[in-house]
């Protein structure tokens, strides 16, 4: 009669070959700049689209602009007039953490949700080692990853 299982060896490699992927994996999964990034990066398409939806309802231009430390919607290139969040008589800001950034070519919607220029429009999110980006398409003004 024959047992079947494992042996002591078996089980000791493949416990050294968890012990080794855990060594390599874990510091990308506990890196607080990874989430940051990753967490601008979906902020930052949310709030791209919900502008694009705020130029078409109000017939209006809104305006993505970027510096250091936030993402925000304006009604103007100076953000002297800033969108309104949804359901609250808060500005539309979305905060970049520290060490994350943000390179904007700085662009807006008209009130055909066309992006200003009408480029194929590039944001670049970066500071975790990897880089997202996030396209606005030409003429229809498409936001994706």
């Not at 902020?43 to 936030?70: D, L, W």
């Amino acid at each position: 009669m024959r047992k079947t299982g494992f042996t002591l060896v078996e089980l000791i490699v493949v416990i050294v070959l968890v012990g080794i992927v855990a060594l390599i994996a874990a510091p990308r999964f506990f890196s607080q700049p990874t989430f940051d990034a990753a967490r601008l990066h979906e902020a930052a398409i949310s709030a791209i689209r919900y502008g694009q939806k705020v130029a078409v309802a109000q017939r209006a231009n809104v305006f993505v602009v970027s510096n250091a430390s936030t993402l925000a919607l304006c009604y103007d290139a100076g953000c002297a007039s800033p969108v309104k969040a949804p359901g609250g008589n808060d500005n539309f800001v979305v905060s970049i953490p520290s060490g994350i950034g943000i390179a904007n070519p700085g662009f807006n919607f008209n009130s055909l949700g066309q992006p200003i220029p009408n480029a194929h429009t590039i944001l670049t999110i970066s500071g975790d080692g990897a880089s997202r980006q996030i396209v606005v398409e030409r003429e229809t003004g498409y936001v994706h990853k």
